[in-house]
């Protein structure tokens, strides 16, 4: 065959025909391909229940799909029960625990995920009777313990605390808020406090107000036929009672006169995260939603040639990457621009942003950039109509919106028949440069005076991570740093009770992505240090530091500290390194007062010996550390201290997380003894 192919290769050439084909001009885009979307069989059970079945005997396997058009929830002062709902449901039932659930489960090797709109379930054929035992007593007889609501609200708690160190979770929370409201489900914002006060009955409530038949759509796609999915659907989900399903009517969002400007703080950030973002009425459907798709596509909908991509990445080397979103919704749609970039260009990536959507509305686009995106959206479209879930998926969409019946079908011809006129048309009709959302998350008070110009009346606001404005650093007065750190030293007992402390030995657990650890803290006043994790009674790994030299020791084998990690080492293991911070090498400064997480801290900024900077909040009530910020070539830390317990007259952090990049961890220390006198053989490096 390669001879052959050699050949023809070789004829071409020698009759010129290759010669002849022009390659410095795409060819012209033909006829919108004719497409054959599977076929999707529906039936209605007497309750409501609206059955789609894709018939698929490729596989011996069978999914099952239910999904509630619940609409908006509104959550009040409990908002985030509505997303526990899912997990909850597969805590055990009336008739079934967890355990006999999950084991039920894993036994058949089958997919059982509910959520708080619907569940999903996925198995082998010959196992669906079972699973759809289990599917349908999960879905129907849910009982919501409380020691798993307990553990699943602790998880979230976990996940707030890591978050708040990523700035796009920060930007996306500040986004939703100010483009729909705080009091609207789709804005409002889950905070410990709202976890706080979940209990059980809002999960039993929303679960018999919204899990209704006639309010669902029950998707069957695999290795079985109507006659079987008929028999199936009457027998497991045929006695689900329907019931009258409430609607959130609220359709009034946030109006502004032009630009805003959202800020919020991140220390030690070296770039910031940005999104321009605003509402868009565009449902699903719409007559403009394909045209408007593929204006977002030429925009910076994902592709390498997208204008976003292209500005700020290719042409000013901003980015790595710069996206943007349309997104239709039955209520209200949004659009959203993305990027992170250095901190010194936040402003410019800002204004080239607001230039390429300004230039969407202001010039056409080619048709070369036109036929590129249409071509790709055509290839991405066809390419799922592989997947018989697709085929589900599109009866779905046309029965639950309402869409004609050969919405899908006549896809292609109107995507191949989007002008260049159109695509400005829908620019023009929904970007809204002038009246957006300008959110950046990072270094403040280095990029709020750059970002104030984009802001229609020239101010700056800036945010916390639950979406409420707060004032910023704020300067104060009679106050120095001396005289924070010896309010600290008091508020933890005083000087006489610190220094009378030789040795600790803390004993405690770490709970890092749900999997609990053992911690082991040994420290002396002779700077040696001892830090132990481990599970099932196995050390994982050891950090130890006897005044002078240090190691660490995991799976990985040992390494002896050197250089800046040794420096940092030997700083911190003192045992109240802050009281320290006064001392010659040390530069404190008190930069202002500043509310965090709705606290009233002190700002300091410690550079220490080694040249490391960290950045500490103290509490102006108590005087207590609240929160520590230190930051390496690894990226930042973020530490906070949430409880404190008093030992012998002197109090300790006994509940703390830290949190760096998407990881987490929450410690607990449950036993701290002091004076102890270890031996220096557990120093020993």
């Known amino acids: 065959m390669k001879k052959i192919i050699t050949l023809l290769y070789m004829g071409l050439l020698s009759t010129g025909l290759w010669a002849q084909l022009d390659r410095s001009t ?32 490729k596989l011996p396997m069978v999914s099952y799909s239910l999904t509630l058009n619940t609409g908006a929830v509104p ?28 084991e039920a489960v894993d036994f058949i090797g089958a997919t059982l995920s509910p959520h708080s709109k619907g569940i999903y379930a996925r198995s ?27 553990k699943i609200v602790k998880q979230m708690e976990t996940a707030i605390q890591a978050n708040k160190n990523e700035p796009s979770a920060i930007a996306g929370n500040i986004a939703s808020v100010l483009r729909y409201g705080s009091t609207d489900p789709y804005g409002a914002v889950t905070s410990e406090a709202s976890l706080a006060r979940i209990t059980t009955d809002h999960l039993k409530q929303y679960h018999q107000t919204y899990f209704c038949p006639n309010k669902g759509y029950l ?7 109507l006659k079987e999915a008929k028999k199936q659907a009457k027998k497991y989900f045929g006695k689900w009672q329907e019931a009258e399903v409430p609607q959130y009517e609220n359709q009034s969002w946030p109006s502004y006169e032009g630009p805003v400007v959202a800020v919020a703080n991140r220390d030690g950030a070296n770039q910031s995260t940005l999104q321009v973002t605003h509402t868009v009425d565009l449902t699903p459907g719409h007559p403009d939603a394909i045209k408007a798709s593929v204006m977002n596509q030429i925009l910076g909908g994902g592709s390498f040639n997208a204008r976003l991509f292209q500005n700020l990445r290719e042409d000013k080397a901003f980015t790595y990457g710069a996206y943007s979103s349309l997104s239709t919704d039955e209520r209200i749609g949004n659009f959203n621009a993305s990027t992170q970039v250095r901190t010194s260009v936040s402003d410019s990536a800002v204004h080239e942003i607001l230039y390429e959507m300004r230039r969407m509305q202001n010039e056409q686009v080619s048709e070369e950039d036109l036929e590129l995106i249409k071509n790709m959206m055509t290839g991405s479209f066809s390419r799922s109509l592989e997947d018989p879930q697709t085929v589900a998926r599109f009866a779905l969409n046309i029965a639950r919106y309402n869409l004609p019946a050969d919405y899908y079908q006549t896809y292609l011809q109107k995507l191949a028949a989007v002008t260049a006129e159109d695509v400005q048309e829908m620019a023009k009709k929904y970007l809204r440069p002038e009246q957006c959302i300008i959110v950046a998350v990072g270094e403040a008070d280095k990029i709020s005076e750059t970002l104030a110009p984009f802001a229609a009346d020239g101010k700056v606001r800036r945010y916390d991570y639950y979406g409420e404005e707060v004032k910023g650093l704020q300067a104060v007065s009679g106050v120095s740093a001396a005289d924070v750190i010896a309010a600290y030293a008091e508020a933890l007992g005083g000087q006489e009770a610190l220094d009378g402390i030789q040795d600790w030995r803390q004993t405690g657990t770490a709970t890092v992505q749900g ?59 003192v045992l109240f390194p802050e009281l320290n911070y006064l001392d010659e090498g040390y530069e404190l400064e008190l930069l202002g007062a500043e509310i965090i ?3 009233n801290c002190y700002k300091l900024q410690v550079t220490k010996p080694s040249g490391s900077a960290t950045t500490l909040y103290f509490k102006v009530g108590d005087g207590l550390k609240f929160r520590e910020i230190s930051s390496s070539p690894q990226g930042s830390a973020t530490t906070s201290y949430r409880e404190w317990t008093e030992v012998e007259g002197v109090l300790f952090p006994t509940r703390i997380n830290q949190s760096m990049g998407p990881q987490s961890i929450d410690m ?10 270890p031996d220096a053989e557990l120093f020993a490096i």
């Open 26 to 57: 795409p060819p012209a885009a033909g006829p919108a391909p004719q497409i054959n979307i599977g076929e999707s069989q529906q039936f209605t059970l007497k309750n409501g229940l609206q059955v789609f079945v894709v018939e698929d005997h």
């Open 75 to 102: 959550e009040g002062e409990a908002t985030g029960y509505v997303e526990l709902v899912g997990d909850l449901m597969r805590a055990g039932t009336t008739s079934r625990s967890k355990a006999e659930i999950d």
């Open 124 to 150: 082998l054929t010959r196992h669906n009777s079972i699973l759809l035992e289990l599917m349908s007593d999960v879905l129907l007889n849910p009982v919501f313990p409380q020691e798993e609501l307990d």
């Open 219 to 225: 998707i069957i796609v695999g290795d079985i036929t």
């Open 515 to 573: 999997m609990a650890l053992s911690v082991l803290t040994v420290q002396t006043n002779k700077n040696q240090v001892l830090v132990e994790m481990g599970m099932n009674g196995q050390v994982l790994s050891k950090q130890v530091f006897d005044g002078q030299r240090g190691k660490v020791v995991s799976p990985m084998g040992e390494q002896e500290l050197e250089g800046p990690m040794l420096a940092e080492m030997k700083e911190s293991s």
């Open 597 to 599: 997480d709705g606290q």
């Open 668 to 677: 607990h220390i449950e036993q701290i003894e002091l004076n102890q006198q």
